[in-house]
């Protein structure tokens, strides 16, 4: 991106330099790392399509992960570009579904105080595509003209090859015929990366044309073996549109499955015969081509042959597989037949670019004008080691009727001979088993359908009830808007308080021009640090041998605890942090040693050489049940009180009791961990370059672990690609280690982790089980509450204490609660040690409570916006902390959030919905919320700045915080437009660093803009009260003039600014203080519809409404409330992690973790800022809003409860039940209890099981 930026200064705009424009301006880009990737997708796509639709916006970003956004904006910047109407255009009029009439929101504009557009898309410069940059014809002459040649290129320990065509091609294979085949590098790619696998030699046939053709005959299609994923979903999508439907069925079926089939740069380069050939049990594509009746072509030197892709998976004996020196020349598709019926389904995590859970392909075909089944196929994907047939279920239905006697047993056998052992790689049993029959079923329903239209008098009806089950979701664009108040009509123009402000650093992040710390440039001498991690939860260390990592190329060091000059263990509790390993591990990820080479790639290397013996000790506690049967807990342990809870428990009508599971959440932010420590050569002075939300705890502990004192370290954070509490401790011992390395060496050290050791050694947020015992009345008034919290907080304390402390003082959330008695305990366990997370025990706390209320409704026969509404505070208050409250915002947003949500019309909608469909169901979720904010404690709220202004007129600003998307540099500069009444185009802020603020607080706790904003308000007022009298002397004059004057009159140009910090106290012996400043108010609506057979979900609707106080920047608060709820949604509904019985974690990559994407976006989308009616302590009345519009993503799980609730009462069953969280798709369909979940086999005894739940 950065060389195309330096090209516009040559050429017209194009349309890549544009939509950078678009994308910074629609207030796209938070942390910025992920907006090169968005940019290049999308430019793309407007290379190939001037005036894309909206669909192709979205299959073009379906590939593409955030973790900031909420991916809304993004969305936005690329509508520019549509011919069609935003609109959704869903009415029977035309109109939009986000229209007044029929009760649903409207778009309030009174007097032009409610403004619903955060950029103005005039602004943009239009599109052009004859000024596009082409490919230089020369270039292309060349490549024409040069005559073909094979190419080989040699690495140190991999050669490359690529022949010119087929005969050459066969000729290496037979030469190299263990040499993998790569096109894509999608399949051997992710091998040689992630499991280590090794090819001396690696063949290249895309220059290969036999394996580029695609021809079309009587009896089908012939696609070459090396044809993207792309081509091939264009041609089959072509195909389609010229073929009668009767032929084109299989191709309908390979084409559904391509669509979702990764994303689309993966589909650009993957290539179909990879897919193939890879018998990938998680292949899509090879159910529907072994049921088709496909065949292979394949060729060696020696023999050219046919074989059927469905013998492919048959045993791998025989004639029948492929030898080593054969390749895979093309494949054939036939079309299909009349009386033929093919279709294929999956189900994964994630809808799109996510590997399937299961997958399917399914063909019958019929006998000549009747419903006897003359062939039948079945072939299931993600139930073996690779693509499985159920040869003999089949076998017994050849010379059936179509029915459900047929149904029902070919269900039963599918289940006999599809044997899933429940300790099964992949885990998910019973589920899988579940979804091998749902499949089934639906194809019985699709087939008995077109059986019905072509003879409508033999086959029986479907009942209308159970048509629903028919139709997939599809993703949809969201149609979203944003409300918020505009700026008083009468404040000064150049005055950007209020004001939707692009962010500050937005097109540097759109042009790739904006510095991360990896992006520094490489320094002399530099070495490259890479980890060497426990593979034990729990051993002591009989030795560790380096000596075959020292002899590897390029290695310089090995560094470890005798390494280490001063502290290696950090005590904040009982129980120390640490930087290396000494003389035992205690978590599978913790830091023994690190290898230093002069490349990453030879430091990994040798990492890999370093062996170290173990001798395990014992227990091995890895989860929250065990720690409480080992009573393994961090001291001190919580507790909260509040009234007389027995004495209400012997005076409600009912009392409940239940558990709830909260599973954790990775980070997952965009920037792994980074560190570059840099030596200065003389009084053990240091730089350290560090993504961190903390520079000065960084400073800290590496100045304690080498000792030395701290104004030799000098910390710099230019930006951070995303941290979410991520980048706190964990990144503060990381540079110890990169320090350390850096001390010895006296070498220049860089760390940068891959993705899988972040996820591996940096925990995240804390897994939690509440258990709970609620006292209520008929009418669903809790009267009583006593509730138990365990966390999961690892090996070390790290924040676990901090954490169940904020569990218990905001787990009241919205509810008053007049007797109350919490209890909150940090296990003590195997485990990396978790940490901070956006939310920070609130979004755990919450949840429990919101379980509680929800089920009281289910025992009360009430709906549970009726029992929320009841218990809500409604007046002034004490919270159980004896904090006063004021919930009249609280009770605004919830109003308005019925009002603009239309929740009764909806809910009734639902309800006529759910009447009408057995196997899908809708829900609808209104949920409320109280943030608290605030440290507890004043000293957690200090901070600092320095302005410095400059004889040219212009401002030099800094403070302590750091800028990790969320704004802060963007709303530091409005604040100091404002007080220095100085347009925001001539202030700059260079880079966080100790050494122009020191001791500054982390930015943490939505507390950024308050403390420093603070800090810099009284550093610009110090500064403007010095040049008053210039001021005002020249009142006319410039800020050039000013400054000059004032240097020439020798004033001082340069101020700081100091803000103590808030007023907090809490005292846990007496159960009471003042720990919070103010409280953030909002409330949510969600609307969902579920699969009852696979557990899928679509989120619908969403509305939120928020009390932020008065907004500084309504653009970049907007997108903390859309990006926390997405990520709370991911929390909730998707982000699951998995760990070995060992204590090993499974999910390290986007592979096995999935994060929200473009498809899991509300189709409807709104969010609106609560006009201002309270003022506030924080700066300018802006409330800081960071972590808590996370927990709104809360009203998707309790939408998905109701529905599943509306399925169980259909179905028969209580409503009073529980669920736990992530409420996955495997939660969902299991909770969902039918004639299939009860037809499945469940394991007779405890086995081991593949994974565990923390």
């Known amino acids: 991106a950065k060389g195309w930026e330096r090209l516009k200064f040559h050429y017209p705009a194009s349309d890549f330099m544009l939509f950078q424009e678009r994308i910074a301006k629609s207030h796209g880009s938070q942390c910025g790392f992920c907006t090169p990737g968005m940019v290049m997708s999308v430019y793309a796509l407007l290379r190939n399509t001037t005036e894309p639709s909206i669909e192709q916006i979205t299959e073009a970003l379906a590939g593409n992960l955030c973790r900031c956004t909420g991916y809304r904006p993004i969305i936005d910047g690329c509508k520019t570009f549509c011919r069609e109407s935003f609109c959704c255009s869903s009415k029977e009029n035309g109109g939009c579904c986000l229209d007044e009439e029929d009760g649903l929101p409207s778009l309030p504009n009174e007097e032009g105080k409610v403004c619903t557009a955060l950029f103005s898309a005039e602004e943009f410069q239009p599109l052009d595509p004859t000024q596009e940059l082409i490919f230089p014809p020369e270039l292309m002459r060349m490549a024409e003209c040069q005559a073909a040649k094979t190419l080989v290129f040699c690495g140190e320990r991999t050669t490359w090859i690529s022949p010119v065509n087929l005969k050459e091609l066969l000729e290496l294979k037979a030469k190299y015929p263990l040499a993998p085949l790569v096109v894509g590098n999608t399949c051997v790619g992710p091998d040689v990366k992630f499991k280590g696998v090794f090819h001396p030699v690696i063949i290249s046939p895309t220059r290969v044309l036999d394996l580029h053709v695609v021809r079309h005959s009587e009896k089908g299609l012939l696609l070459g073996a090396a044809c993207s994923l792309t081509l091939v979903k264009d041609v089959l999508a072509n195909a389609i549109s010229k073929l009668p439907a009767e032929k084109s069925k299989i191709f309908h079926a390979l084409l559904q499955q391509l669509k979702t089939l990764a994303g689309q740069q993966i589909r650009n380069v993957a290539s179909f015969g990879g897919n193939i050939i890879s018998r990938s049990p998680t292949s899509d594509i090879n159910p529907v081509l072994a049921v088709g009746n496909c065949l292979l072509n394949v060729a060696s030197q020696k023999r050219t042959r046919c074989i059927p892709v469905s013998d492919l998976f048959a045993d791998g004996l025989g004639n029948n597989t492929l030898e080593p020196e054969e390749i895979l020349v093309s494949v054939h598709i036939p079309h299909s037949s009349k009386g033929e019926f093919v279709s294929a389904f999956r189900q994964a995590q994630r809808r799109e670019n996510a590997l399937p859970i299961v997958n399917a392909g399914l063909r019958v075909l019929f006998e000549d004008g009747c419903d006897t089944v003359k062939d039948i196929s079945i072939f299931y994907g993600g139930v073996g080691s690779t693509t499985l047939a159920a040869k003999q279920t089949c076998q017994a239905l050849i010379g059936r009727p179509w029915n459900e006697q047929l149904l029902d047993e070919a269900c039963r056998s599918l289940l006999t001979e599809i044997c899933l052992p429940s300790s099964a790689p992949g885990g998910k049993v019973e589920y899988k088993r579940t979804l091998i029959v749902s499949f089934m079923f639906k194809f019985y329903l699709e087939v008995l359908q077109a ?477 409320p919320m109280k943030f608290p904010v605030g440290f507890c404690t004043r000293v957690l709220g200090q901070a600092a700045a320095l302005v410095h202004l400059y004889t040219d007129g212009s401002v030099l600003l800094t403070h302590g915080g750091v800028e990790m998307g969320q704004g802060l540099h963007t709303k530091m500069i409005q604040v100091a437009s404002r007080e220095l009444k100085m347009p925001m185009t001539n202030i700059h802020f260079c880079e966080t660093s100790t050494t122009t603020v020191p001791n500054a607080c982390g930015s943490v706790g939505s507390m950024g803009t308050d403390v420093n904003g603070m800090a810099v308000k009284d550093a610009c007022q110090t500064l403007l009260k010095r040049l008053e009298p210039i001021i005002s002397q020249n009142p006319k004059g410039s800020w050039k003039d000013w400054a000059k004057e004032a240097f020439e009159q020798s004033i001082n140009l340069s101020a700081t600014g100091y803000f103590r910090g808030y007023e907090a106290d809490f005292d846990w012996e007496r159960g009471e203080g003042h720990p919070f400043e103010y409280f953030i108010f909002g409330a949510v609506c969600t609307e969902v519809e579920i699969d009852c057979l696979t557990g899928d979900h679509k989120n619908a609707t969403t509305d939120i409404v928020m009390d932020i106080g008065c907004s500084i920047n309504p653009a970049v608060d907007i997108g903390q409330i859309e990006g926390g709820f997405i990520q709370g949604l991911g929390l909730y509904t998707m982000e699951e992690i998995k760990y070995s019985p060992e204590g090993l974690l499974y999910t390290r990559g986007p592979d096995q973790y999935k994060i929200p994407a473009v498809c899991d976006i509300p189709e409807r989308f709104s969010v609106s800022l609560l006009a201002s009616s309270q003022s506030t302590t924080a700066i300018y009345s802006s409330k800081g809003l960071g972590e808590s519009g996370l927990f709104l993503g809360c009203s998707v799980f309790f939408a998905i409860w109701d529905a599943v609730a509306a399925a169980r009462r259909e179905r028969g069953l209580s409503g009073d039940f529980g669920l736990n969280c992530p409420l996955t798709p495997e939660r969902v369909r299991m909770a969902c209890v039918d004639q299939f979940t009860e037809m499945i086999p469940k394991d007779e005894k405890p086995t081991r099981s593949w994974s565990i739940s923390l």
């Not at 009084?683 to 903390?694: G, L, V």
């Not at 706390?845 to 916006?865: D, I, N, S, W």
């Open 451 to 927: 059986l019905k239209t072509m003879y409508p008098s033999r086959s029986p009806d479907i009942p209308e009830n159970y048509l629903s089950a028919l139709e997939p979701f599809h993703s949809k664009i969201p149609q979203s808007i944003q409300m918020y108040q505009d700026v008083a009509p009468g404040q000064l123009a150049q005055d950007p308080v209020g004001r939707p402000v692009m962010h500050q650093a937005g097109l540097k992040h759109a042009t790739g021009e904006a510095i991360y710390c990896d992006d520094i440039r490489a320094v002399d001498e530099e070495l490259f640090l890479a980890l060497v991690t426990s593979s034990k939860a729990h051993a002591k260390i009989v030795s560790i041998d380096a000596s075959e990592a020292l002899k590897m190329p390029g290695v310089v060091d090995v560094v470890s605890v005798q390494d280490v000059p001063a502290t290696n263990e950090f005590y904040n509790y009982a129980v120390p942090d640490i930087i290396f390993a000494r003389e035992k591990v205690t978590c599978v990820g913790q830091i023994v040693c690190a290898v230093v080479a002069d490349s990453e790639v030879h430091a990994k290397q040798a990492a890999a050489k370093v062996n170290i013996q173990y001798e395990p000790e014992g227990p091995v506690i890895l989860t929250i049940e065990e720690a409480i049967e080992h009573n393994s807990f961090f001291e001190p342990l919580r507790k909260l009180e509040s009234g007389d809870v027995e004495e209400a428990f012997k005076t409600v009508d009912h009392i409940l009791e239940g558990e709830i599971l909260i599973g954790g959440q990775q980070h997952f932010y965009m920037e792994t961990q980074s560190i570059l420590v840099v030596p200065k050569g003389e009084d053990k002075e240091m730089d350290i370059y560090a993504s961190t939300q903390h520079p000065a705890f960084v400073q800290d502990l590496v100045a304690s672990c080498l000792g030395v004192p701290s104004n030799r370290i000098m910390c710099h954070v230019k930006r951070i690609g995303g941290a979410f509490g991520g980048k706190l401790l964990k990144t503060s011992l990381l540079a110890c280690v990169t320090a350390v390395a850096a001390n010895k060496t006296g070498r220049p050290v860089r760390c940068i982790l891959d993705r899988g050791t972040d996820m591996l050694l940096c925990g995240g947020r804390h897994p939690a089980i509440g258990k709970y015992k609620v006292g209520f009345m008929n009418n669903g008034r809790i009267l009583a509450m006593d509730a138990n919290v365990y966390v999961n907080g690892g090996c070390t304390p790290d924040d676990s204490i901090l954490v169940i402390e904020i569990v218990l003082l905001k787990m009241d959330n919205a509810y008053h609660i007049p007797n109350v008695r919490l209890c909150a305990c940090a296990c003590k366990t195997n485990m990396p040690s978790n940490t901070a997370f956006r939310g920070f025990g609130f979004p755990q706390g919450g949840l429990v409570t919101e379980a509680c209320v929800t089920r009281v409704a289910a025992r009360c026969g009430l709906l549970p916006e009726q029992v929320r509404e009841i218990n809500m505070y409604k007046e002034d208050r004490l919270t159980p902390y004896k904090q006063k409250l004021r919930p009249q915002n609280l009770l605004r947003c919830w109003n308005e959030c019925l009002e603009k949500s239309a929740y009764y019309t909806r809910k009734a909608a639902v309800n006529e919905f759910n009447k009408r469909n057995y196997w899908k169901k809708k829900g609808i979720a209104i949920i």
